[in-house]
C-alpha cells in the first residue's frame, strides 16, 4: 500500500545550505594550501640565505620542488581552487608535465646541492631520519614519473587507461605523503632548531600538514568507487 509522503521545502533547504556551505569550506581549504605552499617556500628560501654556503640551496630547491611544483602541480586539477585559468584538461595535464618536470630537475639539483656539502665538510651521508625519508621520497618520484610516462605514451601502456590513471593518482598521493614527512621531519634538523626556534617552529611543524589533507581529500573522492544510493 503506497504511502503518501508531504513534501517539506525546508529540508530541501537545509540540504542545499549543508551542501553550499561544504562547497565553500572546500574552495576554502584549496585557497589556503595554495598560500601555505607558496609561503613555506618563501619562507624556506629566506631562512636558507642562498648562495652563503653550498647547503644554503638545498632547502631552496628542495622547498621549490616538493612544496610548491608537486602542490600546484595536483591542485592544478581541484574544481574548488585551480589558480591556473585553464578550461581543457589537455592545458591542465600539460601544465602538470611541466610541474612534475620541475619537481625532478629541482629536487636532483637539491640532492646534488646536499652531496657537494657533505663531501666539502667530510660530513657523513644519510645519518638522519630527513635524509633516509629524503632518499625515499626521491626514489618514489622517479618511479612515479616513470609511471606518467606509461600514461601519457600508449606503446608503454601495460593497463587500460582508468586503470592506469588510479595507479598514477595513487603512487601520487603516497609520493606527496612521503615528501611531507620529509618535509616536517627537515623541521627536526639541528640546522633547522638552530635557525627557528619558539611558537614560529612548531608553525612549521604543522603547516606543511594541512597541503597534505587537502591533497589527500581531493585524490580520494576523485578515485575512489562511490557507492549508490537507491531507495
Known amino acids: 500500500m503506497p504511502v503518501d509522503i508531504e513534501y517539506s521545502p525546508v529540508g530541501e533547504g537545509l540540504v542545499m545550505s549543508e551542501f553550499w556551505l561544504y562547497v565553500w569550506m572546500r574552495r576554502v581549504s584549496v585557497i589556503a594550501?595554495?598560500?601555505?605552499?607558496?609561503?613555506?617556500?618563501?619562507?624556506?628560501?629566506?631562512?636558507?640565505?642562498?648562495?652563503t654556503s653550498l647547503f644554503s640551496w638545498h632547502p631552496v630547491c628542495m622547498s621549490i620542488a616538493y612544496c610548491l611544483c608537486m602542490t600546484e602541480g595536483i591542485l592544478l586539477f581541484s574544481a574548488e581552487g585551480n589558480t591556473f585559468c585553464f578550461k581543457s584538461r589537455?592545458?591542465?595535464?600539460?601544465?602538470?608535465?611541466f610541474l612534475q618536470a620541475l619537481v625532478l630537475v629541482a629536487a636532483t639539483t637539491g640532492v646534488g646541492f646536499m652531496i657537494a656539502s657533505k663531501n666539502v665538510s667530510e660530513r657523513p651521508h644519510l645519518a638522519t631520519w630527513h635524509s633516509l625519508l629524503g632518499v625515499g621520497t626521491l626514489a618514489a618520484t622517479l618511479l612515479q614519473a616513470a609511471c606518467g610516462i606509461c600514461l601519457l605514451l600508449p606503446k608503454l601502456r601495460v593497463a587500460s587507461p582508468p586503470r592506469l590513471k588510479l595507479y598514477h593518482a595513487t603512487c601520487g598521493l603516497v609520493v606527496y605523503l612521503l615528501a611531507t614527512v620529509t618535509v616536517v621531519a627537515a623541521v627536526f634538523t639541528d640546522w633547522f632548531q638552530a635557525t627557528v626556534k619558539g611558537l614560529v617552529w612548531y608553525a612549521f611543524v604543522l603547516l606543511p600538514l594541512f597541503p597534505g589533507l587537502?591533497?589527500?581529500?581531493?585524490?580520494?573522492?576523485?578515485?575512489?568507487?562511490?557507492?549508490?544510493?537507491?531507495?
Do not use: C, D, E, F
Open 33 to 51: 594550501a595554495h598560500v601555505i605552499a607558496l609561503g613555506l617556500t618563501i619562507l624556506i628560501s629566506l631562512l636558507s640565505r642562498p648562495g
Open 90 to 97: 589537455k592545458g591542465k595535464v600539460r601544465l602538470h608535465w
Open 214 to 231: 587537502v591533497v589527500m581529500n581531493q585524490i580520494t573522492n576523485a578515485y575512489l568507487p562511490r557507492k549508490k544510493i537507491t531507495t
